[in-house]
């Protein structure tokens, strides 16, 4: 009896023993929590940046985004750079260069109305577009709308994706946006 009892408490230390985690548990790289985006367009060759800003401090589902724009001016090719913030964190984070060292893993897309389009102006180190950077042109003047998405862990080989089309990209979405865009 006292060899079966010693053989019991025996299988269930080794048991224990080796159903515990060595070391902590690996976290994937989790989406980002993006609160605010500034898009500054600087027109070509020369003249005053025009700034998109939206900006949603309580996150989704609480009060609505602020969002602020200016005009930009018809048949004018604009740079545009990306900022992304976490002003929920104290000292605020900078989300920028996180997406940029990871520009593997990280893509934003754009849509576009009203004869603007967007193209890429920077790459990831395979050279996939990342987007932080842009060239964006105007056409006529009007109204229209810029959509912009961050996608994290895109399929960046899948077609189309290079070019910008998120159809076949997969990967979360980290932010979504949209501005209203006037052209005068």
């Known amino acids: 009896m006292k060899t079966i009892r010693f053989l019991f408490i025996l299988l269930a230390g080794a048991l224990a023993f080796l159903s515990c985690e060595k070391g902590d548990p690996e976290i994937p790289n989790e989406g980002e929590l993006i609160t605010t ?9 020369d003249g005053n940046s025009v700034v998109f800003l939206f900006r949603d401090l309580d996150g989704d589902g609480g009060n609505p985004p602020v969002i602020t724009t ?54 990831d180190l395979n050279g996939k577009p990342v987007g932080l950077k842009t060239i964006l042109t105007t056409g006529i003047a009007g109204t229209g709308k810029i959509k912009i998405i961050l996608r994290h862990l895109p399929d960046k080989n899948a077609s189309g994706v290079a070019n910008g089309v998120i159809t076949n990209a997969g990967g979360e979405t980290d932010i979504e946006i949209e501005f209203n865009v006037v052209v005068q």
Do not use: R
């Open 37 to 45: 985006v500034k898009y500054t367009l600087k027109p070509q060759p």
């Open 70 to 123: 200016g005009p930009l001016k018809p048949e004018t090719i604009y740079s545009g750079t990306l900022e992304l913030l976490n002003e929920a964190e104290m000292p605020v984070e900078d989300i920028t260069e996180e997406v940029e060292n990871e520009g593997n893993e990280h893509q934003f897309f754009f849509t576009s109305t009203n004869n603007i389009s967007v193209k890429y102006d920077d790459s």
